[in-house]
């Protein structure tokens, strides 16, 4: 490996935005891959290291580089929940379609962690789907209740994807939708809120 490729893998990761500029004025490459083949937009977004994404998306760093569990840059902004970090990312053209290894996009690990505030956020300045269904058969909706602890983080998930107009009769692979299964774990609040948006729906039921 160029040498200075790896003094901005390692400056990347410890967010050294100093060490960051002077490896890439030495000629490192954005799209460097550690063993584990991250690059150092990705090492940066792990460690929510705001500063130097912004120093290597102005250096053009793909926010799409796969790495070898086939995580990238944009995709971890949905396991972190950063904004901050996802607004940067922006910028460099993020495919909103991509997908980590259980076929979901970056809507849905943060759905499940009860990220609010990214949720919020993607939905509001983005146009992901909200309805994407992952190779387990679950949307977002379904993760926030399945996956998720039935607290008051995830109550507005639920209401957040609901008024982007997530579809509450979606259900996993067997047809079991998120209403029943927020009833099967005893999480009344989201069950309340699956009901009324069933009823209010103007699908009606399916």
């Given at each position: 490996?160029?040498?200075?490729d790896?003094?901005?893998?390692?400056?990347?990761?410890?967010?050294?935005?100093?060490?960051?500029?002077?490896?890439?004025?030495?000629?490192?490459?954005?799209?460097?891959?550690?063993?584990?083949?991250?690059?150092?937009?990705l090492?940066?977004?792990?460690?929510?290291?705001?500063?130097?994404?912004?120093?290597?998306?102005?250096?053009?760093?793909?926010?799409?580089?796969?790495?070898?569990?086939?995580?990238?840059?944009?995709?971890?902004?949905?396991?972190?929940?950063?904004?901050r970090?996802?607004?940067?990312?922006?910028?460099?053209?993020?495919?909103?379609?991509?997908?980590?290894?259980?076929?979901?996009?970056?809507?849905?690990?943060?759905?499940?962690?009860?990220?609010?505030?990214?949720?919020?956020?993607?939905?509001?300045?983005?146009?992901?789907?909200?309805?994407?269904?992952?190779?387990?058969?679950?949307?977002?909706?379904?993760?926030?209740?399945?996956l998720?602890?039935?607290?008051?983080?995830h109550?507005?998930?639920?209401?957040?994807?609901?008024g982007?107009?997530a579809?509450?009769?979606?259900?996993?692979?067997?047809?079991?939708t998120?209403?029943?299964?927020?009833?099967?774990?005893?999480?009344?609040g989201?069950?309340?809120?699956?009901?009324?948006?069933?009823?209010?729906?103007?699908?009606?039921?399916?």
């Amino acid at each position: 490996m160029n040498p200075h490729d790896r003094l901005l893998l390692d400056a990347a990761r410890a967010g050294d935005t100093g060490a960051v500029s002077a490896a890439l004025a030495a000629g490192a490459s954005p799209e460097a891959r550690d063993e584990d083949l991250r690059t150092p937009l990705l090492l940066a977004v792990l460690g929510d290291h705001i500063a130097v994404a912004e120093l290597l998306v102005a250096a053009g760093a793909d926010p799409n580089a796969p790495d070898a569990r086939e995580d990238s840059p944009w995709l971890v902004t949905g396991v972190t929940g950063s904004v901050r970090m996802m607004r940067v990312l922006l910028p460099a053209g993020p495919d909103l379609t991509q997908r980590n290894r259980f076929g979901g996009i970056s809507l849905i690990p943060a759905a499940e962690r009860g990220h609010v505030g990214y949720v919020r956020a993607v939905l509001a300045e983005t146009d992901v789907d909200v309805d994407h269904v992952n190779r387990l058969g679950w949307t977002a909706l379904l993760e926030a209740v399945i996956l998720g602890d039935g607290d008051f983080r995830h109550e507005e998930v639920v209401r957040l994807l609901l008024g982007a107009g997530a579809d509450p009769w979606l259900g996993d692979s067997k047809g079991v939708t998120p209403y029943e299964h927020a009833v099967r774990r005893g999480f009344d609040g989201l069950a309340r809120l699956l009901r009324v948006a069933q009823e209010d729906g103007s699908g009606g039921e399916r």
